[in-house]
């Protein structure tokens, strides 16, 4: 039963690195959302997916990149971390896009 | 442009009394609310919903209030337990954009024993 599976927890990056978060859901949901949060806010949503081959921004995009060529996994790509990208990131999935699922969230340090 | 405010970051409350979360709005166009429970280390956790064609939801402890001429909503936990402490985030949608989700900035509960 494991619903949302992000990896890793904890990542530290320096300045100019990129890296992949991973997020896997085994429930079967089309959709499919990557969110941050930074101290004391809510939650930005940054890309989400209606369904396979589908992506589209959302309030924050820029410096990430998504892809969804399955279902069951929506990876997040930094390109060029900058400091401003120090956060703790979500991914969620839904069947109807309005009770989300999310994962445990991976926490992200960019010095 | 923040369209989801809680405009009370923290409450402390005593074990056994009621707590109240307020949220207001601005995007008359949300049609669809909803309440998100949060501990630390772990994702939000879905609590409560409400249509916008109803003006009060309720399950167990937890009751959601909805004043739409007002562009408001508010969470009632009655009675308030330890284990509720936590963050609490309002979310609103709107269908006709994609029933994305707009997060308010979160609200820390403490209750105390």
């Known amino acids: 039963n494991a619903g949302v599976t992000q990896t890793p927890k904890f990542r530290i990056l320096k300045i100019g690195q990129s890296m992949t978060l991973q997020c896997a859901q085994d429930?079967?949901?089309?959709?499919m959302y990557w969110y941050r949060q930074d101290p004391g806010m809510g939650l930005k949503l940054i890309y989400y997916?209606?369904?396979?081959?589908?992506?589209d921004k959302g309030e924050v995009p820029n410096g990430y990149n998504v892809s969804r060529s399955t279902t069951e996994d929506f990876p997040l790509r930094l390109e060029l971390a900058a400091p401003s990208q120090t956060s703790v990131y979500f991914c969620?999935?839904?069947?109807?896009?309005?009770?989300?699922?999310f994962g445990n969230g991976t926490r992200l340090t960019v010095t | 442009d923040q369209q989801v405010k809680q405009n009370s970051p923290s409450l402390s409350v005593q074990e056994g009394r009621i707590s109240i979360l307020n949220c207001d709005y601005t995007?008359?166009?949300?049609?669809?609310f909803l309440w998100y429970k949060k501990y630390p280390a772990e994702g939000p956790t879905f609590l409560i919903s409400?249509?916008?064609?109803?003006d009060k939801n309720e399950d167990g402890r937890f009751t959601v209030f909805l004043n739409k001429s007002a562009k408001h909503l508010s969470l009632h936990i009655v009675p308030s337990q330890p284990g509720d402490s936590a963050v609490y985030f309002c979310?609103?949608?709107?269908?006709?954009?994609?029933?994305?989700?707009?997060f308010g900035g979160g609200t820390r509960v403490l209750v105390k024993p």
């Open positions: 979310a609103a949608s709107d269908k006709a954009a994609g029933n994305k989700l707009t």
């Open positions: 995007n008359s166009m949300f049609d669809y």
């Open positions: 409400i249509s916008s064609i109803k």
């Open positions: 429930m079967n949901h089309n959709y």
């Open positions: 997916s209606v369904g396979a081959g589908i992506t």
């Open positions: 969620a999935s839904s069947t109807s896009g309005k009770d989300l699922h």
